[in-house]
């Protein structure tokens, strides 16, 4: 059921119309909205800050804290806190093995699209729920304040998000109960705020640099008639204001000849010293001189020292900037305005380095932790039809996918992408020597195609008979400005291809349309408990198939009671996929790809042993 909104006071009904910006940070995330042409960036409850630590706890009851007191978790409880869960959005483990070590907390990837997941006690959560949790503390935020309901919203992601990562962000605003009208990138939001955009009649070409406290990017943008296009980005995932501090510590460690032993209320030294060197890196923004006392050993450091240690960071950020710019194929004269963002552009050598990079004075009056909300809160004004000067570019008003295995439905082209656009997905086939593939067609936004709109289907026939997985079928969407869809579907090995034209608004109303929208946000929880739930059966059957080829593969060397234990632990996969929840039959995956995994390296020496056996060794 819908709910619907009274004020109690005025006994009125409340306008829903409101429609807020979010900003869904690496460490800190924001929400702003305009009121009557006022930016309202939305501080916590006591007031004091509008930074949301993008932290996430999970109590002993495995109920969500969000904020300030899950970051008061990090230290006492870390396998239960997860930070950093942007890094996470649409990522498989390999992407992310590099810096694995530096988590508290535990990521897996036993998903079939080999995306992470957090294992939490007993409990899985996806990139996805998590973010959910900080957008779902975002909305209540203002629904508090304001005593309003918020259902829509604008939400930013970095430039250099693919389509899997925006996807992701749209999932989560999904599931906290929000109706994301657009995806908007983070510099371009910036460049709103300081309203870059405003005059259409002249075109402009604007850098914009954002160092936070764990990342840093620079991406260069064009306006032409308020459009805008990032037209290339570069920087670093792992340089920030957290490098700065850390630099202060070595200094301090070297200078003072510290020893990390002591551990004092439950904080190691270390840590204390990071915190006293955040507090020198602000200080030092607008003093000369900064210092203190830890257990009875004073520390100083001046505003010169402080900045011989940054001075290399700052230069690899201004590397970026000269990289970014010959992608762009412009050169620093191109570049009409600079805009600044993040919490570290604060720092005076920061500011100065860019300045003197670009020969031009950046734009720096803004907060930089709020000016890429206050860009997304502006873009939600325009698309609430509060801005009459802007042009709005037409949009498709429902997600169009495919269906896929366990009746999921895998979208193609999101919903509010602007048209025309073209957008395509590789595929492969299931079954061994599989010769055709039925390709059916959807509009909506349920997870499960049972309850979107079927557009129409066709079968690509004629695929040459090769094992499961390896022909490579590509799936090609292009919605026209008219609204109609071509869908083409090409076997790259033989170049087999099939095609159709759907009319994709053909037949459907605005209140069809809205009403698919509000089931989706509804049933967003129900919905994706069955796609994680299908998800795992589909992996179920895949290892069932597995070991089952393993056996076939490798019965001559495997000894009976190992047989044994295979086909027991098979067994109890098949069970737990037939009436298990997600969890057990995780479980059950989790126990028979323990059992079987040593015995696949055995296999593999084996196979390496038969290929040398009857070679001669010269
Ligand atoms: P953000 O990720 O944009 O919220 O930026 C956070 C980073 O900005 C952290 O590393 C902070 O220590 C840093 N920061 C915040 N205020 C200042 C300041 N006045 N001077 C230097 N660094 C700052």
Redesign the pocket.
């Known amino acids: 059921m819908a709910k619907i909104p009274i004020n109690i006071k005025e006994g009125k009904v409340k306008s829903d119309s409101i429609i807020v910006g979010i900003d869904l940070?690496t460490?800190?995330s924001l929400v702003a909205y305009i009121n009557d042409k006022e930016t309202i960036v939305v501080k916590d409850e006591d007031g004091s800050s509008a930074?949301l630590p993008s932290i996430i706890h999970f109590g002993p009851d495995d109920r969500p804290i969000v904020g300030k007191l899950a970051k008061e978790k990090l230290i006492t409880s870390p396998e239960r806190t997860i930070y950093s869960v942007k890094r996470l959005m649409g990522k498989a483990l390999e992407d992310i093995q590099s810096f694995q070590t530096n988590y508290g907390y535990t990521i897996i990837d036993d998903d079939p699209e080999g995306l992470v997941k957090i294992k939490v006690g007993d409990r899985y959560f996806n990139p996805v729920q998590l973010s959910a949790e900080i957008l779902k503390a975002l909305k209540e935020r203002v629904e508090s304040q304001l005593d309003a309901i918020v259902t829509k919203a604008v939400i930013t992601v970095p430039a250099y998000f693919n389509d899997a990562q925006r996807q992701a962000t749209r999932d989560a605003g999904k599931l906290a109960g929000l109706d994301v009208l657009r995806i908007v990138n983070e510099p371009t939001a910036a460049s709103l705020a300081y309203g870059l955009d405003t005059d259409t009649t002249v075109n402009k070409t604007i850098a914009v640099y954002d160092l936070?406290?764990?990342t840093f990017d620079i991406s260069i943008l064009t306006i032409e008639g308020g459009i805008f296009e990032v037209l290339s980005t570069h920087g670093n995932t792992f340089l920030?204001?957290?490098d700065f501090?850390q630099a202060i510590v070595d200094f301090w460690i070297d200078k003072y000849k510290i020893k990390d032993s002591i551990t004092l209320n439950g904080k190691s030294l270390k840590q204390k010293l990071r915190i006293e060197a955040?507090q020198a890196?602000?200080t030092l923004?607008n003093k000369g001189f900064f210092d203190t006392k830890i257990n009875g050993q004073a520390l100083s450091i001046d505003k010169k020292e402080f900045e011989t240690l940054i001075q290399p960071l700052i230069a690899q950020t201004l590397h970026s900037a000269t990289r970014a710019l010959k992608d762009a194929q412009l050169t620093i004269e191109d570049i009409d305005h600079i805009v600044m963002v993040?919490?570290?552009t604060?720092?005076p050598l920061v500011k100065q380095s860019v300045g003197t990079f670009f020969n031009k004075i950046p734009y720096d009056e803004i907060n930089?932790?709020e000016v890429v909300a206050i860009g997304a809160a502006i873009q939600a004004n325009i698309l609430a039809g509060n801005e009459t000067n802007i042009l709005l570019l037409d949009v498709t008003p429902l997600s169009l996918g495919i269906e896929t295995v366990g009746g999921l439905m895998d979208v193609i082209i999101p919903r509010n992408s602007k048209i025309p656009i073209r957008a395509g997905r590789k595929y492969t086939t299931s079954v061994d020597g599989q010769k055709n593939l039925k390709i059916s067609v959807y509009q909506g936004e349920r997870d499960l195609v049972e309850h979107n709109r079927k557009l129409g289907e066709f079968v690509l026939n004629n695929i040459p008979p090769m094992p499961a997985g390896l022909p490579k079928i590509e799936i090609h969407f292009i919605l026209n400005a008219d609204g109609i869809l071509q869908v083409k579907a090409k076997e790259l090995r033989s170049n087999i291809e099939q095609m159709i034209e759907i009319k994709s608004q053909y037949g459907i109303s605005e209140e069809d349309m809205a009403k698919m929208l509000i089931e989706s946000i509804q049933h967003a929880q129900d919905d994706m408990d069955t796609k994680a739930l299908v998800e795992a059966q589909n992996e179920a059957d895949y290892i069932v198939l597995a070991s089952q080829k393993f056996i076939d593969q490798n019965k001559s060397w495997l000894t009976p009671d190992v047989l044994k234990e295979i086909k027991k632990l098979t067994q109890k996969v098949k069970i737990s996929k037939m009436s298990g929840t997600k969890d057990q039959i995780r479980a059950s995956i989790d126990a028979l790809n323990a059992y079987t995994g040593p015995l696949a390296h055995q296999a593999m020496d084996q196979s390496i042993q038969q290929a040398l056996s009857g070679k001669k060794i010269e």
């Open positions: 940070g460490t800190n930074l936070g406290g764990g920030g204001g957290d501090d955040e890196k602000i923004s993040g919490g570290s604060r720092i930089p932790d």
